[in-house]
């Protein structure tokens, strides 16, 4: 599957941002879908996953209760909706496919396909 990931930019602290991923082919539904970010001399680390039928999520602790990830299989796209913005949220946010179950230790390894990334950018 080949991920496109938009929606970055720059805001300020406490304001609100949705990304996209839109993914190519007609398997969209059979995988997982999870967000990952990284910021300037840091690893990639984990935001959130949705599972295929949107009936799990599991999510950070740095963003649980101000972010959701939802998807929409219709349309082959998943959403990460960003609330209440901090400083330290600001990295290339990238989105992720996965035909792995998922648990809440999923981590980088576990996914195989990436889209581009897009900037997120919170200024305070």
């Known amino acids: 599957v080949q991920l496109q990931a938009s929606g970055g930019g720059l805001v300020q602290a406490g304001g609100s941002l949705r990304l996209s991923c839109a993914a190519s082919?007609?398997?969209?539904?059979?995988?997982?879908m999870g967000w990952f970010r990284q910021a300037p001399g840091k690893e990639r680390e984990f935001v959130a996953v949705?599972?295929?039928?949107?009936?799990?999520?599991y999510y950070s602790d740095s963003v649980k209760g101000r972010f959701t990830i939802s998807r929409d299989n219709a349309k082959n796209t998943v959403f990460l909706q960003m609330n209440s913005l901090k400083p330290e949220d600001t990295a290339v946010y990238y989105c992720?496919?996965?035909?792995?179950?998922?648990?809440?230790?999923?981590?980088?390894?576990?996914?195989?396909?990436w889209g581009q990334g897009t900037q997120v950018t919170v200024s305070s």
């Open positions: 992720a496919a996965t035909l792995s179950y998922i648990t809440s230790k999923i981590t980088v390894s576990d996914f195989d396909s």
């Open positions: 949705i599972s295929r039928n949107s009936d799990v999520t």
């Open positions: 082919g007609r398997t969209f539904s059979s995988y997982a």
